[in-house]
């Protein structure tokens, strides 16, 4: 399984995606950081079939919530994260499905951000978002090792 | 046809940008009466943070202010803070980094002419749409950015904010084999930017040429990377450490960046067209035949063709990025040690944007006094207001919707960091009845 956070650590909430992975790498799971720019990311992927993807989203949801959802969802009007230039990881969706280079399996998770500019400090919502994404990631791969069947949390 | 009234190009923010932007434009008859191109974002934070910080972080720390042009911050900051102590580099650094800088121009520039910039030409709201007609078009820019990507994760040490760049080489530098492991991809990269070349000049352009003073460094044996004087052609010809004496930074108040000028002439341009012209002689031979084969010589004045001259520099970084290769050797010792001294450095490099400017301060435990950055954006800022009030002039007879599209796509010539959100604005018009 390839587990990707996208963001910014220097731009607050922007750093949420970025901090799952490096707390799964804590756990000594394997995660990569890319900056959520939507070509970076589809050739990240590519060749990949199960994919988890982990990025700071504005929705309008109170801070700190964690959204999950696969392409194969209508996918909600949201602009993902602060930091990436032009296209994120909604667009990387999108265009992947025009490409026809999906995954076979893809799952986003969104934590609501609020504070976004240069040098601010993470939301403590948002820090409490990010354990819990991280243990439902790690929830997902004990399950997947055991062979359960996943369910999308 | 006449027009009358009051009428308001307003183009609102939207946030995950690098920066964030909005352009107003009021148009008053058939007089454009106003222009505001609002930036909301310089580096000011980031020159705040570095106070304090020791010289070896700051890398580290600058490759963080853009997502795109990690590489073009850490060079001018690298650079400057080496010009401070006095430090001379291995030629095989230099050629190294050469090779890292063709790699983020290749990125910025294929997501810049693919991705954000050619949708504007073909009609598209953006490049998902456009791939919908065009799938092979956008596959082909997302395996040429790839090569440029490579080249950066190869030499930075990892995908995002590369961490091996340093004051005095590189932490780590790659084997001989490794960086030859680049050359097929690089091979099938130059094609595909020639093919690019061919395929930005067949859009149409709208009319619109400006007598710009263009700024760029100017080498005497290379097409401009890290090092040259500071030119225009209006008889500029200075050291990067005398910029602040020619340049000057104007407070506006209705943006946070500040404005950038020329002491005593105005507003400038920075970017691939300012190089283009001013470093014509010194492409090599496959990218000025390129650019020839197309009708493009200097001087190009019409900012709407600077997509066919990123395309011509997308083939220059990879002939360049071939030409590193061939010559390279690993550096016995990828970095030479930098003690602690006092000291103040100014650097120039070129960004795939325009000239990035770092100025630093050490003092003498290593540490950073003060910084200051002048990125391109902020530069060409107020040259964009300039162009958008004489183009705005010309569309006074348009639908209000196209018109805003058409400023909307002249912003986008500049690829300023800000061009993220031009492409997901939302627009507000306001109209006023004529007498008004």
């Not at chain 2, 090599?284 to 390129?290: G, L, M, R, Y």
Request: with cysteine; charged share 25%; proline share 5%.
């Amino acid at each position: 399984m390839l587990i990707i956070g996208c963001g910014n650590r220097q731009r607050g909430d922007d750093g949420a995606g970025i901090l799952v992975a490096e707390r799964l790498r804590d756990l000594g799971i394997s995660a990569e950081t890319r900056s959520g720019e939507a070509a970076d990311l589809i050739e990240a992927w590519r060749g990949a079939d199960d994919v988890i993807v982990v990025d700071a989203v504005v929705t309008g949801a109170p801070v700190g919530t964690v959204q999950a959802w696969d392409p194969w969802q209508p996918l909600p009007s949201v602009r993902t994260s602060a930091s990436t230039h032009g296209l994120g990881v909604a667009e990387a969706i999108e265009l992947a499905q025009v490409l026809q280079c999906l995954p076979a399996r893809l799952q986003v998770y969104g934590i609501e951000g609020r504070r976004f500019e240069p040098g601010v400090k993470i939301s403590p919502e948002v820090q409490r978002a990010i354990e819990e994404v991280a243990r439902r990631i790690v929830a997902r791969l004990n399950a997947s090792q055991q062979g359960k069947s996943d369910s999308f949390t | 046809m006449t027009v009358h009234g009051t009428r308001t190009i307003r183009v609102d923010t939207l946030a995950r940008v690098e920066g964030e932007g909005s352009l107003y434009i009021k148009l008053v008859g058939e007089r454009v009466a106003d222009v505001k191109l609002k930036i909301y974002e310089p580096p000011r934070f980031f020159e705040a943070f570095l106070r304090g910080r020791h010289f070896s972080e700051v890398a580290d720390i600058t490759a963080r202010i853009c997502g795109i042009c990690p590489i073009a911050y850490q060079m001018s900051a690298i650079h400057a803070i080496e010009r401070a102590l006095g430090v001379r580099i291995d030629p095989r650094v230099r050629l190294l980094r050469r090779l890292f800088y063709c790699g983020e121009w290749i990125e910025s520039h294929t997501l810049h002419v693919y991705m954000l910039h050619a949708p504007d030409f073909l009609g598209y709201q953006d490049v998902i749409a456009m791939a919908a007609d065009h799938r092979a078009v956008v596959e082909k820019a997302l395996r040429l950015k790839k090569v440029g990507n490579r080249i950066v994760q190869l030499l930075g040490g990892r995908e995002i904010h590369p961490i091996s760049a340093a004051v005095g080489g590189f932490y780590k530098t790659p084997t001989k084999q490794q960086v030859r492991d680049l050359v097929a991809d690089l091979e099938w990269a130059l094609e595909a930017s020639l093919e690019t070349v061919r395929w930005t000049a067949g859009l149409k352009f709208p009319d619109f040429e400006q007598d710009y003073e263009f700024v760029a460094l100017r080498h005497p044996d290379e097409y401009p990377f890290n090092e040259g004087r500071l030119v225009s052609n209006r008889g500029l010809d200075i050291d990067a450490a005398e910029y602040e004496d020619h340049f000057a930074e104007l407070h506006v108040k209705h943006s946070n960046a500040l404005h950038s000028v020329v002491r005593g002439r105005g507003s400038y341009l920075v970017g691939p067209l300012a190089r283009f012209n001013l470093n014509f002689d010194k492409l090599p031979e496959v990218a000025c035949q390129a650019a020839l084969d197309v009708g493009l010589q200097p001087p190009v004045k019409n900012i709407f063709r600077s997509i066919v001259v990123r395309a011509v520099e997308i083939v220059f970084a990879c002939a360049e990025a071939l030409r590193v290769i061939r010559e390279y050797d690993a550096p016995a010792v990828s970095r030479v040690e930098v003690p602690n001294r006092i000291g103040v450095g100014q650097a120039i490099t070129e960004a795939p944007r325009g000239i990035l400017y770092h100025r630093y301060a050490l003092d003498e435990n290593g540490l950073i006094v003060t910084a200051k950055i002048v990125p391109p954006t902020s530069q060409n800022q107020k040259r964009i207001e300039d162009d958008l009030r004489e183009y705005a002039a010309q569309l006074v007879a348009w639908p209000l919707e196209e018109a805003t599209w058409k400023c909307e796509q002249a912003v986008r010539s500049y690829d300023p960091c800000i061009s993220c959100a031009t492409h997901f604005l939302k627009l507000v018009v306001e109209r006023t009845d004529a007498g008004i």
